[in-house]
């Protein structure tokens, strides 16, 4: 099972990208769902998570207001909506995923997803 992560690309400060991730199966339902970068020389991150049932949605303080986790369950995809992208934004996207339930404090760390997908890259000019 392989998770296929698109939408990376060039953007210029201030512009939006939107990230797409579904699982190679439609076989695989997910409970969470989520996004971690990883800037060059920089640990991976946590981004956002999303529950996928209930919807539920988890963000980094830093840049809730900025990016939206979303799904379309029809499609079995996520989606993340990244506004107001900055220079410190650009970073290689990676979508994860686990078919178990993470409690809150677990879902922030890269350790609680099986599946990963192989990152996508977004680059913010200046």
């Known amino acids: 099972v392989q998770l296929q992560a698109s939408g990376g690309g060039l953007v210029q400060t201030g512009g939006s990208l939107r990230l797409s991730c579904a699982p190679s199966?439609?076989?695989?339902?997910?409970?969470?769902m989520a996004w971690f970068r990883q800037a060059p020389g920089k640990e991976r991150e946590f981004v956002a998570a999303?529950?996928?049932?209930?919807?539920?949605?988890y963000y980094s303080q830093s840049l809730k207001g900025r990016f939206t986790i979303s799904r379309d369950r029809a499609k079995n995809t996520q989606y993340l909506q990244m506004n107001t992208l900055q220079p410190e934004d650009t970073a290689v996207y990676y979508c994860?995923?686990?078919?178990?339930?993470?409690?809150?404090?677990?879902?922030?760390?890269?350790?609680?997803?099986?599946?990963w997908g192989q990152g996508t890259l977004v680059t913010v000019s200046s």
């Open positions: 199966t439609s076989t695989l339902r997910p409970s969470v």
């Open positions: 999303m529950r996928w049932n209930s919807g539920s949605t």
């Open positions: 994860a995923l686990t078919r178990g339930s993470p409690i809150v404090s677990t879902l922030y760390g890269s350790g609680a997803y099986e599946y």
